[in-house]
C-alpha cells in the first residue's frame, strides 16, 4: 500500500510531534482506536487518514520546533545563555 512509511512511523512522528493518541485523535478526527491498531502494525491509514495525519502532524511539528533554526543560527554559547535566562 503506498501509505505504508507513515503507518509504520505514525507512532514516531506523533511522539516527536508532542502528541497523545487522544490528542492526535482528536486534531485529525482518526479515532484513537484507530491510531492504536495503526501504531501496532494490525492496520494501515487510508488515504484520507493520511492526508488529515500528514497535516496535522506538520503543524505539530512545526510548532513544536519553531525556534529551532534561530537557536541553532546563534549558537551554543548564545542558546546556553538564553536558557539560563540571561541576556
Same mark, same amino acid.
Given at each position: ?6 503507518s509504520k512511523g505514525l507512532k514516531s512522528l506523533?511522539?516527536?510531534?508532542? &502528541?497523545?493518541?487522544? %490528542?492526535?485523535? +482528536?486534531?485529525?478526527?482518526?479515532? /484513537?482506536?484507530? *491510531?492504536s491498531l495503526v501504531e501496532c502494525g494490525h492496520?494501515? &491509514?487510508?488515504?484520507? %487518514?493520511?492526508? +488529515?495525519?500528514?497535516?496535522?502532524? /506538520?503543524?505539530? *511539528? ?9 537557536i541553532v543560527e546563534r549558537g551554543p554559547e ?10
Amino acid at each position: 500500500m503506498q501509505f505504508e512509511n507513515l503507518s509504520k512511523g505514525l507512532k514516531s512522528l506523533r511522539e516527536l510531534a508532542g &502528541l497523545s493518541q487522544y %490528542e492526535f485523535a +482528536r486534531l485529525s478526527g482518526i479515532s /484513537r482506536g484507530r *491510531i492504536s491498531l495503526v501504531e501496532c502494525g494490525h492496520s494501515e &491509514l487510508n488515504e484520507d %487518514e493520511h492526508c +488529515r495525519a500528514g497535516r496535522v502532524l /506538520r503543524a505539530a *511539528i512545526a510548532d513544536r520546533y519553531k525556534n529551532f533554526k534561530s537557536i541553532v543560527e546563534r549558537g551554543p554559547e548564545t542558546s546556553s545563555r538564553a536558557a539560563d535566562g540571561e541576556r
